[in-house]
């Protein structure tokens, strides 16, 4: 911790990272191409200013839009969503659009559901699953991309989009760095459709968009991100 660490990891992502930024930033097995910068930001070691204004300098220009566009617009959108919704960590907090759809699929049958206790331990059936939360678990940060799949998993396992949102930001605000900040609850929203817009319907989902473990293949190696973090987490 701390600004001299927070500016090496800055130096490091200049270097390496945002040159191909657009390109690799959501593959979870390229870290190196996403700054890490978010618990820094989150306990004030650097700010953002002088975090965009070395990305600006050092370019190349389309680059470090697309960084800006992420760094600061989303991140500006889930603070002014704290700021003005004293409800932010509640299901009074997702879209009325997206509580009603995912009210009306409660009753949907399960592929399983999972206590907190199975799910802070990686004791699901689904092994891209645990080992993203034994990223959490072990190193306090999980890819952006995979803390998509990661929720989105978690509102099936669950009986209603409450007892999901509680799991949720336990699982969060325990393990992950940057744990507790707007940006965890901007992006833990996102899970049950705020900011994002409705999809074709599906079931337990309804309209809120939905999204596969199993279609993360196509995406990325996930055998590669199963040997970084598959096998006996620290709970196992």
Not at 31 to 53: K, R, T, W
Not at 95 to 107: D, K, M, S, T, V
Not at 203 to 223: L, M, N
């Amino acid at each position: 911790g701390g600004t001299r660490a927070a500016r090496a990891r800055l130096g490091r992502f200049i270097a390496r990272g945002l040159t191909g930024y657009a390109e690799n930033r959501n593959d979870p097995n390229q870290p190196e191409a996403v700054s890490q910068l978010s618990p820094y930001l989150h306990f004030g070691n650097l700010s953002i200013h002088e975090i965009l204004l070395a990305a600006r300098e050092s370019g190349p220009a389309e680059e470090y839009a697309r960084f800006q566009d992420e760094a600061l617009t989303w991140r500006e959108l889930a603070h002014n969503f704290c700021f003005f919704n004293p409800r932010h960590r509640t299901v009074d907090a997702i879209p009325a659009w997206a509580r009603a759809q995912l009210a009306q699929h409660e009753a949907d049958p399960r592929p399983a559901l999972y206590g907190l206790e199975q799910l802070e331990h990686s004791r699901t059936g689904d092994e891209l699953w645990n080992a993203a939360q034994r990223a959490y678990v072990r190193d306090g940060y999980m890819h952006n991309y995979m803390r998509m799949l990661w929720g989105k998993a978690v509102l099936q396992w669950t009986r209603n989009a409450a007892e999901c949102l509680a799991i949720l930001e336990h699982l969060n605000n325990k393990y992950a760095l940057d744990g507790r900040d707007p940006n965890s609850y901007g992006g833990i929203m996102w899970i049950f459709g705020k900011f994002d817009r409705p999809f074709y319907r599906r079931p337990i989902y309804g309209t809120v968009r939905y999204q596969s473990t199993r279609a993360a293949e196509r995406k990325f190696d996930v055998k590669a991100y199963l040997r970084r973090y598959g096998g006996a987490g620290p709970h196992q």
